[in-house]
């Protein structure tokens, strides 16, 4: 099973550029989230969504937007790329229930200059 | 408001050493999850354990062992017979579930070298 991919899996953008990082998942999960990991620091939600058609703010959501028109997919979109954006970027996606792990990508690893 | 608190930024211990990492959270509410994960060198993030707020039993999988207190807040993990293949960061989580969707809360981690 793939389960969650991601791609790209490096990527280096100028300043004001945008972006969008893919994320697809095939376990059938309803939750799908996006996280950004910053060096030395653990991992911030972003956004996340319970089930197509339906998004939510995480902690940081600035600067970012998502859409979830499939099960499968949810996209997260750098629509004015800046420095402060550099990170690594993890998408998660998992059953509902409080107590489901979310399992995650391998991660973007993303570079504004 | 919910927190995780990892104070151990980085840990070496040699081989066949045994290793506790801490975890300490915060929480007002009366119902929640917290899990374990590993991120080894290549990156990605492993599921380790998850324990939810009613169950203080102890588990132990292979050589990997986890102490859950309320009382003292905390849910550390104990590597016995530590190896190499173990060096990695790991992170411990906070799950709640808000109005909608399920809210993992992570730790800053703590980066375990393991030297033969």
């Known amino acids: 099973n793939a389960g969650v991919t991601q791609t790209p899996k490096f990527r280096i953008l100028k300043i004001g550029q945008s972006m969008t990082l893919q994320c697809t998942q095939d376990m059938n999960h309803n939750y799908m989230y996006w996280y950004r990991q910053d060096p030395g620091m653990g991992l911030k939600l972003i956004y996340y969504s319970v089930g197509a058609g339906i998004t939510d703010k995480g902690e940081v959501p600035n600067g970012y937007n998502v859409s979830r028109s499939t099960t499968e997919d949810f996209p997260l979109r750098l629509e004015l790329a800046a420095p402060s954006q550099t990170s690594v970027y993890f998408c998660a996606s998992s059953y509902p229930g409080q107590n489901q792990p979310q399992h995650f990508g391998d991660g973007t690893r993303l570079s504004i200059l | 408001a919910q927190k995780v608190t990892q104070a151990q930024t980085e840990i070496s211990v040699v081989e066949k050493e045994d290793v506790t990492l801490d975890c300490v959270y915060e929480?007002?509410?009366?119902?929640?999850?917290l899990f374990w994960y590993k991120q080894p060198p290549s990156g990605e993030l492993v599921f380790l354990i998850r324990?939810?707020?009613?169950?203080?039993q102890n588990e132990i999988s292979g050589r990997y062992s986890w102490n859950f207190q309320k009382s003292t807040s905390s849910f550390n993990f104990t590597i016995t017979a530590s190896q190499v293949v173990d060096s990695a960061v790991y992170f411990c989580?906070?799950?709640?579930?808000?109005?909608?969707?399920?809210?993992?809360?992570f730790g800053t981690g703590t980066s375990l070298t393991v030297i033969p």
């Open positions: 929480t007002r509410d009366t119902t929640y999850y």
């Open positions: 989580a906070l799950g709640r579930r808000p109005n909608t969707g399920n809210q993992f809360y």
């Open positions: 324990r939810n707020s009613f169950d203080e």
